[in-house]
């Protein structure tokens, strides 16, 4: 079975602090993972996939196979950031995403 | 492109009433999905195509009806809407391969 745990449903960090968004995944296969933002009353939009290994506005995320996790971090939290973060699973054969509970972020000034 | 476009934007429903979600993508995209969003529950696929004139079930699909007559559209169909279907409804898709998915700006649905 396919599961995604965001352990954290609300994460606050101080502008300029450095953010780590948890993800721990489940899966028997290579998965691919995904991290998708919804900034306020928009759409989910990709933020970042494992296979891509680049920074997208300051983030990156490394899959841990060892660990199953795939955390996001950014070493300084920019008030931009404030959002919903949802990290995602895809197994293979073409199966559907699956997401976390997400991960609020709120940055404060 | 317009991308993922999902009408109507907003609905307010009596129980008992019935609606049809429509999705729409000019990506060419073979997969299609419906996703509803609620608070502390994350995102929970109801229904999926992989390809027009064909559907699946996921992982909450009690309580509504998909058809994909033509591969740009993905209906999403509700009887006998409830109280319980009150959610924000997100359609996604995204072409074969190790491809990312992209989502409409999501369908604001409350039933009274």
């Known amino acids: 079975a396919q599961r995604v745990t965001q352990p954290e449903k609300l994460l606050s960090v101080f502008k300029g602090a450095p953010v780590e968004l948890k993800c721990n995944y489940s899966y028997s296969g290579s998965p691919e993972l995904f991290w998708y933002v919804q900034y306020s009353r928009q759409r989910l939009q990709l933020l970042l996939r494992?296979?891509s290994r680049e920074s997208i506005k300051g983030f990156t995320a490394d899959l841990n196979k060892g660990e199953t996790s795939f955390h996001l971090k950014k070493p300084f939290a920019q008030e931009e950031d404030s959002a919903m973060y949802y990290c995602a699973l895809r197994g293979s054969g073409n199966t559907p995403l699956v997401f976390g509970k997400g991960t609020r972020l709120s940055v404060i000034a | 492109n317009a991308g993922v476009t999902q009408t109507p934007k907003f609905r307010v429903l009596k129980t008992g009433q019935s609606m049809t979600l429509l999705c729409a993508q000019d990506?060419?995209?073979?997969?299609m999905y419906w996703y509803r969003q609620d608070p502390g529950m994350g995102l929970r696929l109801i229904h999926y195509s992989v390809g027009e004139g064909t559907t699946a079930k996921g992982e909450v699909p009690d309580g509504y009806n998909v058809s994909r007559l033509k591969k740009q559209n993905f209906l999403l169909g509700l009887e006998s809407a409830a109280p319980s279907q009150t959610s924000v409804y997100f359609c996604?898709?995204?072409?074969?391969?190790?491809?990312?998915?992209?989502f409409g700006q999501g369908t604001r649905l409350t039933v009274v």
């Open positions: 990506m060419n995209h073979e997969y």
């Open positions: 996604a898709s995204r072409r074969t391969g190790w491809t990312e998915a992209f």
């Open positions: 494992h296979i």
